[in-house]
């Protein structure tokens, strides 16, 4: 037998080992998981990124500018509304005409930021919300009482020490939205006493706070401002949807809680940190996964819509979501949910929102026709704040309408009747005479969605024992 020297043996060791290898990279490469499985986890992953994707284009169009506006500014500085948003304004879905929003985008992943806020008897709520749309702190009257505070918002990763005089907020993640919220009682009122305490909130970096410094410029992209959240959200193809989903992760870790779906998603591949390719999916099945977008929307739009039974509290055709509003957990199909149809929701105890587009005979609200909604005396919406009512068309944005009213509420000057009970009237054209002031534009054709808010709500409210009055069709 010819003898086979060392050296040969080594190498053709390191050949079968090489071919071994590619042999085990090239299977990898191929999806082993049942389809029907891969399209159960894609979706589930889906629902559970929505709210981040949807925050992160709402970040990139709200401080898409080089210095704060009445409306956005640049990542950690603040902005201002001081005035309501109208029709045109589509950068968030349902947004409140109540309150001036004060809007700020914190990044934590280079360093803490100080939040410092004035003293104020007024009505006022500074949610902070994680990536993920979770509410974690809500400075405010109900909470932290009506005295000047200076907090340090640290992020998931942060360790140091707090300076004396602030108190320490842990985010569990590096992106934090702050869209606050302050009482105004009319526009007189939003130009001083409101202007006044909003003026007097500061944002800081930690390295920066009590000295004197120029925030630095913001970046303007043109593509950023065509952006509309909720639109762009959905128009993005699944493979794009999870790699942002993966990168996003990877600055803002999942909750503990989240290791289940973190571990199922990686068994498809959308791991934090690394890039999601569909490449090793089959063509059928890479069809099946983009078309998981589109019905996931179909689906909250027929549950928003009362097309369909999710098993959420339901009361005379209006939506009721007290219970984990605001602090999701690991339901993340209401938390999808909720982004959907109202990104930015608080807590129940701060606001509750029931919605309905629905009349008392199960029929959707449209504009060709006229309604009522009836309140007794003794049934008027109890809040320890204030409480209104909004219209919105099918996307869930303001109507525009000759009188640019998009909403009433207690802080308006409603006619009541004689006995004390109030009728709100919502219609596509003017009722006239004393009816005016009761009147709330519709839509003049399709759906309309009403949206009743209850800002601190009283605990007949929270445990459900009032009851929002239906919305009935004019006969």
């Known amino acids: 037998m010819k003898k086979v020297s060392i050296s040969t043996l080594v190498l053709l060791l390191f050949i079968v080992t090489a071919c071994g290898n590619s042999t085990k990279k090239e299977t990898s490469d191929k999806n082993t998981i049942p389809d029907s499985t891969v399209i159960e986890i894609a979706t589930k992953a889906y629902v559970f990124g929505y709210p981040m994707i949807l925050m992160d284009y709402t970040k990139k169009i709200s401080t898409n500018v080089k210095k704060p506006t009445s409306v956005y500014a640049p990542v950690n500085q603040i902005g201002h509304f001081r005035q309501f948003p109208d029709d045109k304004f589509t950068a968030i879905v349902k947004p409140n005409v109540d309150t001036y929003y004060s809007n700020v985008w914190f990044d934590l992943k280079a360093e803490p930021v ?150 199922e998603m990686k068994s498809i591949g959308i791991i934090a940190g690394q890039t999601f390719s569909v490449k090793r999916f089959s063509p059928e099945l890479i069809k099946k996964l983009n078309a998981i977008p589109e019905q996931e929307h179909q689906k909250w739009i027929a549950i928003s819509t009362g097309k369909v039974d999710a098993g959420l509290k339901v009361v005379n055709g209006w939506l009721l979501m007290t219970e984990g509003m605001g602090n999701y957990g690991i339901n993340y199909e209401f938390r999808a949910l909720i982004a959907f149809i109202g990104l930015g929701a608080n807590l129940a105890a701060d606001a509750v929102y029931p919605t309905t587009s629905m009349d008392s005979d199960g029929n959707p609200i449209n504009g060709k026709n006229k309604y009522v909604l009836h309140f007794d005396k003794d049934q008027l919406p109890p809040v320890k704040a204030f409480w209104s009512l909004t219209a919105y068309n099918s996307k869930d944005f303001l109507i525009a309408n000759p009188l640019n009213r998009f909403a009433l509420g207690d802080r308006d000057d409603l006619k009541y009747n004689k006995d004390g009970s109030l009728d709100i009237y919502i219609q596509s054209t003017n009722p006239g005479g004393d009816k005016t002031s009761n009147w709330l534009p519709s839509t003049k054709e399709g759906l309309t969605n009403l949206t009743l808010r209850l800002y601190w709500p009283e605990k007949s409210v929270l445990d459900g024992a009032w009851i929002v009055p239906p919305v009935k069709k004019v006969k």
Request: charged share 20%; aromatic share 10%.
């Open 114 to 263: 100080v939040l410092s806020v004035p003293a104020s008897k007024r009505y006022y709520l500074l949610p902070l919300y994680d990536a993920y749309s979770n509410v974690f702190f809500v400075p405010g009257p109900r909470t932290t009482g009506t005295g000047a505070h200076t907090f340090l918002i640290t992020g998931p990763f942060w360790k140091g020490k707090v300076p004396k005089g602030m108190t320490q907020v842990k985010s569990p993640t590096n992106i934090v939205w702050m869209i606050g919220r302050t009482q105004v009682n009319s526009a007189r009122d939003g130009a001083t006493i409101v202007a006044k305490f909003q003026d007097g909130m500061k944002v800081d970096l930690l390295s920066k706070y009590g000295k004197k410094y120029e925030p630095v410029i913001g970046t303007v992209s043109e593509e950023n401002k065509k952006i509309v959240p909720v639109e762009d959200t959905r128009a993005i193809t699944t493979e794009e949807y999870f790699n942002k989903l993966a990168q996003l992760m990877a600055t803002n870790p999942p909750a503990k809680a989240d290791s289940s779906i973190v571990k």
